[in-house]
């Protein structure tokens, strides 16, 4: 951690587990080392109760890209996208069989706290859900000062940061201390992504940020994406097959809790491999 970082931030390298590292072996998609893979997801299988609603998937995601998850409603992607930070773990009755690795790391080993994984691992909903008490400023800051950071300077200055990259600095700056809900709904989902990477994380999970927004609050999110898988690995779950082939550079096609095809983008959509995939993403069903 550097002098400037206060503590109770937690730094990119932050060990969220007490085990050893594990090593890294290849998988659905191939890649030069275990270093640019995000997460090495391998048999993995989660259970509500007695429903069965994700089965048997292995895949890597890379890192520093966009991945997309699509699929009917129904089939898992939600499900597949909160087990990354282990968010699906809130919902009573679920359990979960085979390994989820981020960085060689093993997310469900014994020692692991889910909250400093959920640090590393920050999330956006389908719904912006800006606090309705807090102001704007407050909003992005909200995560800092419950993890016990008090430095004013710094905080001023993560503010600025987080906001001008959720493209949302110069429409805000002369407003910071209004209500988080007087944003448009834009604004607001542009806000809860800035309060979102506040925090730093190292990957960001967008669970259909644009389905509640017009489209040209969606084109500035796209654009927003485009602009941060610069710095952060980003999966995203669309229903939109449209926003996926425009935003993603892989993307996975779930059916009904299975991984039925994961690849590059345009490879998905101009040449799927499975008949299952084709008929998806040519409108057959779903």
Excluded at 129 to 152: C, H, M
Aim: glycine fraction near 8%; charge should be positive; aromatic fraction near 6%.
């Amino acid at each position: 951690m550097s002098a400037s970082e206060p503590s109770g931030v937690e730094t990119p390298h932050s060990i969220v587990t007490k085990k050893p590292e594990v090593a890294a072996s290849s998988g659905a998609v191939p890649a030069a080392g275990p270093e640019e893979i995000a997460f090495d997801i391998r048999g993995l299988n989660i259970y509500y109760g007695a429903h069965h609603a994700i089965k048997d998937v292995t895949l890597q995601i890379p890192a520093r890209s966009v991945t997309a998850i699509i699929g009917p409603s129904g089939c898992g992607k939600s499900t597949m996208l909160r087990s990354l930070n282990r968010m699906h773990e809130l919902t009573p009755g679920a359990r979960h069989t085979g390994t989820i690795l981020m960085k060689n790391q093993d997310l469900y080993a014994p020692g692991v706290d889910p909250t400093l994984v959920r640090r590393r691992v920050g999330m956006v909903f389908q719904k912006s859900n800006p606090f309705p008490t807090l102001t704007i400023a407050e909003n992005v800051l909200v995560g800092l000062r419950l993890n016990g950071v008090r430095d004013k300077i710094f905080l001023g200055r993560r503010l600025e940061e987080s906001l001008r990259m959720a493209a949302l600095w110069e429409e805000v700056k002369e407003h910071l201390h209004r209500p988080g809900t007087s944003l448009s709904g834009g604004q607001q989902q542009r806000l809860c992504i800035a309060r979102a990477i506040a925090n730093r994380p190292e990957i960001l999970l967008m669970d259909e940020p644009c389905s509640a927004l017009d489209p040209i609050a969606t084109g500035k999110v796209e654009e927003l994406i485009h602009e941060l898988r610069r710095e952060y690995t980003i999966v995203i779950v669309t229903h939109n097959m449209q926003q996926a082939a425009r935003v993603s550079d892989r993307t996975a096609f779930m059916y009904m809790g299975k991984l039925v095809e994961f690849g590059g983008t345009e490879q998905i959509f101009m040449n799927p491999k499975d008949p299952q995939t084709e008929a998806y993403v040519s409108g057959r069903f779903g």
